[in-house]
């Protein structure tokens, strides 16, 4: 992520998101089952439903954190930097106020 001035107001601007849908907390929220499952990771939202299968942590621990805020539980189990490069092609979205989890 890049920090950028706009306006007196600071920004994160992230390579690669500038066309991606700002998704609200209530959204996010509605996605907490096997069949649709959203995690948001760091300011970002990612559809992780395809990936259960894939999980080496197992589909549960995705299940767990279905509709949430991923990261703390993300960086404390310390994913390769591989791992977080494949976060990339699950991103659909950006978080529209991050500091106002549920």
Known sequence: AI??????????????VE?????????????????????????SVYDVT??????PGGKEVLLQHAGEDTTNAFE?????EAAKEL????????IQNLQSAP
């Not at 066309?19 to 300011?43: A, F, G, M, Q, R």
């Not at 404390?76 to 390769?80: A, D």
């Not at 976060?87 to 950006?94: A, E, M, N, P, Q």
């Open 3 to 16: 920090w950028a001035l706009d306006h007196f107001r600071i920004k994160i601007v992230m390579p690669g």
């Open 19 to 43: 066309d991606l849908p700002i998704l609200s907390w209530e959204e996010v929220n509605n996605h907490n089952t096997k069949n649709s499952l959203w995690i948001v990771l760091y300011e």
């Open 50 to 55: 395809s990936f259960q299968g894939e999980h």
């Open 76 to 80: 404390s189990t310390g994913h390769s």
């Open 87 to 94: 976060t990339d092609k699950f991103r659909i979205g950006i």
